[in-house]
């Protein structure tokens, strides 16, 4: 292990996110983590609400890179990738287990997991402490979600426990975290490319004042996302991404979950 773990767990709380923003104000180590059986207001990607009833994983990590915020941007791609290692492990080996862009993770073509990362900087725009926020969906999900939601029970019949889960977690993203503290987010790129959905495929990215179509063609070394419009090259920081041809009641939206 490259940093010792040290969980706390609650019963209820606003988010994980937050109580560990507040731990990590009183300097707590990188390692130490938040699980809580249930958020009440729980946090999701551009203001989105994360619904958090009991059986998920709501789950946050501390971290201490020493890097600047821009380069600590794809940790939530080791993380994403820790993820769906752990359900390649758990799931029939038929199973379709995809990233999808920027932090989703999808079985099935439909999503399971998501990542909120949250950091400070310091004065010389250093990275002072960065959160993973991570919550899976181990046995429910929501029905009206942005995009379609899955959950591990209903993929693999099987009951996972948060903490079990949480600690997985961690045993898989050490290694990963160990390779990007010494060469950065490069070596562990094609892995990610590997298992992306929508690679290749006309995508309709919504940016909440802009929607841009065209084929996603890559990521770069910094996991901006490369989009090949009739306007050329675009590359893009933050968007939820779709399939070209999808459409949801939800699209454009920030108040629905998940
Ligand atoms: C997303 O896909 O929009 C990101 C969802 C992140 C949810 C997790 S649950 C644990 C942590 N606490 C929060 O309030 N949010 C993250």
Request: aromatic share 10%; with cysteine.
């Amino acid at each position: 292990m490259s940093f010792p773990f040290q969980l706390y767990e609650y019963e209820e709380l606003g988010s994980t996110n937050d109580e560990l923003r507040r731990l990590a104000q009183l300097g707590v180590p990188e390692g130490s983590a938040v699980l809580a059986e249930r958020q009440n207001a729980g946090r999701g990607r551009r203001g989105r609400i994360w619904v958090s009833e009991p059986g998920n994983l709501y789950f946050s990590l501390l971290l201490h890179p020493r890097c600047s915020v821009k380069e600590a941007a794809s940790l939530g791609f080791v993380a994403q990738l820790a993820v769906s290692e752990w359900l390649a492990k758990l799931l029939p080996a038929s199973t379709k287990i995809q990233h999808k862009w920027p932090n989703d993770v999808l079985v099935n073509g439909k999503k399971i997991s998501g990542l909120l990362l949250e950091s400070s900087a310091n004065a010389e725009g250093l990275v002072d402490w960065l959160i993973l926020g991570l919550g899976i969906n181990l046995c429910h999900h929501p029905e009206d979600a942005l995009f379609p939601a899955t959950n591990l029970f209903e993929e693999g019949g099987l009951r996972m426990m948060a903490e079990e889960a949480a600690q997985d977690f961690v045993r898989l993203f050490q290694p990963l975290y160990a390779v990007w503290k010494e060469r950065g987010f490069a070596p562990l790129r094609s892995s990610w490319l590997s298992r992306a959905a929508f690679l290749g495929e006309m995508i309709k990215a919504d940016r909440g004042e802009k929607k841009i179509e065209g084929i996603f063609k890559d990521i770069d070394a910094e996991g901006f996302l490369l989009l090949e419009s009739h306007e050329g090259i675009q590359r893009i920081g933050a968007a939820d991404i779709f399939p070209a041809i999808y459409h949801s009641s939800k699209e454009g939206s920030h108040a629905a979950s998940h």
